[in-house]
């Protein structure tokens, strides 16, 4: 499938239509943002790598019972997916203090958890994507109870699923970020990416960061970091 007109610009990624109203071609950048989109900058070969590792997981996690909105990579850059409504939450967990956990309660980094930790945010850049829990998310009508208990379960199945996976490649899933979407029969299927832009990644022998944190932190050597989570994944 060909792309069509452009239907959506975001940060990290470009969206296209095709000629089938169910399907849409994903296209990965190297423009990466945080802090809000404070900190701006890019970082080179990051899209080759989220689009490739991110397709991979997809499949992965298909062959686990997960279903997914992937359908073809098209090329490096590009990959052709089913058309979802995003639920407009951001679902993270954790395995491992980090980030803005680490920050919050007052803890360093790197405690191992006996459990992982699930939280969401409600997607609204205008509101910074603010903290809420799944009650607040039944009273705003960001999702059905349903949907929301059917998103729990699979963000903790992937989690299983990506952590035995990743510890095999000698890296910690520390913790990531999931997005959920609808097809149009109300499904709910696992959209969004799978990458060091939305997991972060430690060595498992060193705890080198091997994620966006490098750019984040101004650590230097991130697109050596991303590279080596594809050396990791794909062995090249
Ligand atoms: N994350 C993300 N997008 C966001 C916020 C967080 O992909 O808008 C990912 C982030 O890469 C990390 C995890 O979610 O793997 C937890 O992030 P945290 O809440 O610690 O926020 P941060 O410290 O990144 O601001």
Known sequence: MEKKELLYEGKAKKVFATEDENYVIVSYKDDATAFDGLKKGTILGKGVVNNRMSNYLMQLLEKHGIPTHFVEEID???????????????????????????????????????????????????????????????????????????IKEMAFEVNRVLKEYFLSLGVKLVDFKLEFGRLSDGTIVLADEISPDTCRFWDAKTNEKLDKDRFRRDLGGVEDAYREMLHRVFGE
């Open 76 to 150: 490096y850059r590009d990959t052709l997916v089913k058309k979802v409504q995003i639920v407009p939450l951001e679902v993270i967990i954790r395995n491992i203090s980090a980030g803005s956990f680490a920050k919050h309660y007052g803890v360093e980094e790197g405690i191992v958890f006996d459990e992982p930790t699930i939280e969401f945010s409600y997607k609204n850049d205008d509101l910074h994507d603010p903290l809420l829990n799944s009650y607040h998310a039944l009273a705003l009508k960001l999702a059905t109870k349903e949907e929301i208990n059917r």
